[in-house]
């Protein structure tokens, strides 16, 4: 008779001691993907995720009971967390940041399924370094018009010598990243995205909306520009998803969306690997942009 796993385990993890623990819950039960699966993705992806959110500032979403129980949020370390966990101090207090493979591996043992990392890092906390628009489908669209949407951001952004990099949401959407210099505050960044939001949606009125109305998004994506903000959050590149499949927010190439044929939920913890494998980090280029917001 195989010899029960422990219910907790002492990982030795870059010189840290971690604590893991019920690595056979069942996280994801139409899949039978369990904390030990996610964690094993987590480690194998870290290399290419840790450059990304190196430092910023995490909101912890954690399913003890898997995603088909209810979550809780936590922006604030517990009294009872490790005193060797990265942290930055906040207004309600210390709160987890990511520096290395051991923080890492401490977040997702929390049944932190997905990361939500700041746009900001903690060295800087006003003044956010990425930006992004996040378009979200209304009901029932077309992968080709979502793909067809992302692409008129690009052309609108590169037309004003901005470049941006693709990445599914991991849920029904695609995401839009900048990498942009610290040195404006969320209120000018957020106001930027506004602006070039409307531009967008008045050139493709058909294709783009800002409206928030349920009816204006019938057949149309809305650049949602409310994921710029202090505090505000939203899934990290190469971070997981609770959905079914385990579905994982992944960087593509324009190309890619240009031949539409890849879903913002089909890049998974079980598909991914070959294609890291293959074509590395495909939103490297971000961790280097630092690009100044032209005026419009």
Known sequence: MPKPKPEVMLAEVDGRTVRVTHVDKVLFPDDGITKAEVLQYYLSAARYLLPHIHARPLTLKAFPHGIAGRPYYRRKLADSTPAWVSRVELDEGPGPVVRNLADLVWVVNLDSIELHPWLSRADDLVHPDLILFDLDPGPN???????????????????????????????????????????????????????VARVLAKHRPDLLTVGYNRGERVNRVLLDYNQVGWGRTTASIYSVRPYPGAPVSAPLTWKEVEAAKIKPDGITIRNIQPRLEKLGDLAAGLLKSRQKLPHL
């Open 141 to 195: 669209l077309p992968l080709a018009r979502l793909c067809e949407a992302a692409l008129v951001v690009r052309d609108g952004l590169r037309q004003i010598g901005i470049e941006c990099y693709p990445k599914t949401s991991g849920s029904k959407g695609i995401h839009v990243l900048i990498g942009v210099r610290p040195e404006y505050d969320f209120e000018e960044t957020r106001s930027w995205v506004l602006a």
